[in-house]
């Protein structure tokens, strides 16, 4: 049933960009952070240098979008649980609307966001990438919205449980930021520590990660099917468990 | 009448707390029900049992010929509800309120734009939710609970918070609504807008019913005292006043006179008395029970306490 999906989604959308720090604090800031921190290593190396092309041309954009999902996933929570608190999701549950198609029309404008938060990057970041490198975005759009999803089922879970919006932002944070460092971001999953590399192979960022870079440096998707079906796998498991946790009220 | 709500010994429970206990009444079409008592009586929940946003522990519940737990997507498409304490996002704007709530019902919902100006919220139809007045706010709900041209319609504390002329507008538009033929279920704390409001009432304390009927039969049941006071200086009207049938007492004062007694032809009688002795009065009032007397002898302390 998606009667109502497509208006209630449009309106969260204008609510989204009435908020005050909506707009700014979700696209322009990103965008910002990003063209200073490709400037400030793109200056500091050579340009022939390595590490430098290596950082700027796979590790940024990819680190880029995963803190976008990520705060397109707390943004999610603390919303959820703001409306959970005043009354919101009550009221729009004594109407026909069905559950899912609220939390459907969240998940759209979330992944809207990412994606025109994307856009704007890949436009301002192209002064750093020399022409003539592909880069496949078709492919890493897809790779990106599969990441999304399931890291927002992750926000999902959360969302269905914490107890008042106050704690979401938080909660969310502390679950969501240290998976970050052993997702191999930073470091390459091979060299973190024995233990950590163990954290690395549960954590669901780590799939998504490696999609992410697999995929921007040209792999085929063959070769991250593994990725692709344990992305999956986080997915269908939140959203059932939330489905079964979720709180009205 | 055909009852458009059924409730048989529903009873609820949230951990040891039981908030509704064995309460079972009937709603005809076309009446304003009221569901009247204290914060914590079990109105809230009662009436959520009825919209299918809780289930009982036990007991049987029809809506219109539905079961608020098996069909309650059918039921809401027929049902119109105000919940208590309820908020909209911040920065929603009336009118995007309004279209939203008519898109998710199937049925061909009223005219958005007519329901808010017969609200009076035509002028704030671009303001943001959050900059309303609570009685604005209330009157948006309203319009989102009339919005699918509903059979029922569910008012939980209604006028809750707001001031007493914002109160007497809305319950203008709940006889409104009673007028187009729809059957109201509200809850209330405040006896006086039960009293003016309600065809029937309901009261319920501690998640029982303690009775049902029409306020004033209520009143006339539980709290047969009538008392009239006058002023008059005719030095024979006490003894006159103390002839009366079913005068209980008389109470002199200077040249003021409470005379108490039971039913309702008291007054009747004292007045028979005044022009048949021609005593001239310079003043003349009646003082009658009203529900709070009556809630305030069925459960021995007052709605406030």
């Known amino acids: ?249 | 009448m055909r009852p458009v709500i059924r409730v048989s010994a529903i009873r609820k429970t949230y951990g040891s707390t039981v908030a509704v206990d064995e309460v079972s009444f009937e709603v005809n079409n076309g009446e304003i029900f009221g569901l009247i008592g204290p914060n914590g009586a079990g109105k809230t929940t009662t009436m959520e049992c009825i919209e299918g946003l809780r289930t009982p522990d036990r007991g049987a519940i029809s809506v219109l010929g539905l079961d608020p737990f098996n069909d309650v997507y059918q039921l809401q498409e027929r049902i119109g509800v105000q919940l208590q304490q309820a908020q909209l996002q911040k920065r929603i704007k009336v009118w995007e309120a309004v279209d939203l709530w008519a898109s998710l019902y199937r049925r061909k919902a009223s005219e958005g734009e007519r329901l808010l100006e017969q609200l009076g919220l035509s002028d704030k139809r671009n303001a943001w939710f959050m900059t309303l007045s609570g009685g604005q706010k209330q009157r948006l709900f309203i319009a989102l609970a009339l919005i699918n041209n509903p059979e029922v319609v569910f008012l939980d504390e209604l006028t809750t918070g707001l001031d007493p002329q914002a109160r007497r507008a809305i319950w203008d538009l709940v006889r409104g609504i009673r007028e187009r033929g729809k059957t109201v279920f509200l809850t209330t704390h405040l006896m006086e807008e039960a009293e003016r409001l309600c065809d029937r009432v309901a009261i319920i304390e501690h998640g029982r019913i303690i009775d049902i009927d029409k306020p004033a039969s209520l009143v006339n049941r539980h709290c047969p005292e009538r008392t009239v006071t006058l002023a008059t200086d005719d030095r024979t009207a006490a003894e006159r006043f103390r002839n009366i049938p079913r005068v209980e007492a008389v109470i002199c004062g200077d040249s003021q006179f409470t005379i108490r007694g039971q039913g309702d032809d008291l007054v009747t009688e004292v007045i028979h008395c005044l022009s048949e002795n021609r005593i001239r009065v310079t003043d003349f009032r009646t003082i009658l029970p009203t529900l709070e007397d009556v809630f305030l002898k069925l459960t021995g302390h007052s709605i406030r306490d």
């Open chain 1, 1 to 249: 049933m998606l009667r109502g999906l497509w208006k209630l989604t449009w309106i969260e959308i204008k609510i989204f960009l009435r908020e005050p720090l909506g707009a700014i604090g979700t696209i322009v800031i990103p965008v910002l952070v990003f063209l200073v921190a490709g400037r400030i290593v793109g200056h500091g190396l050579a340009p022939t240098s390595l590490a430098a092309s290596s950082f700027i041309t796979v590790g940024l954009p990819v680190l880029a979008s995963v803190l976008i999902a990520i705060s397109a996933v707390l943004s999610l929570v603390t919303i959820i649980s703001i409306y959970r608190e005043g009354g919101i999701l009550k009221r729009l549950r004594a109407t026909p609307l069905r559950p899912h198609t609220i939390l459907t029309a969240h998940v759209i404008v979330k992944l809207l966001l990412t994606a025109a938060t994307l856009a704007l990057m890949v436009l301002a970041g192209k002064r750093y990438y020399p022409s003539g490198i592909h880069v496949p975005l078709f492919g890493f759009t897809i790779a990106l919205l599969i990441s999304t999803c399931s890291i927002l089922s992750i926000g999902f879970l959360i969302a269905s449980i914490v107890p008042t919006a106050r704690f979401a932002q938080p909660i969310g944070a502390v679950i969501m930021y240290p998976m970050i460092a052993v997702s191999g971001l930073f470091v390459p999953v091979e060299a973190l520590p024995p233990a950590a590399q163990v954290v690395a192979k549960v954590v669901p960022l780590t799939y998504a990660v490696s999609l992410l870079e697999g995929i921007w440096k040209g792999d085929t998707w063959w070769a991250h099917t593994r990725d692709v079906a344990a992305l999956a796998v986080v997915f269908i498991v939140c959203t059932a468990l939330s489905a079964k946790v979720f709180r009205w009220e």
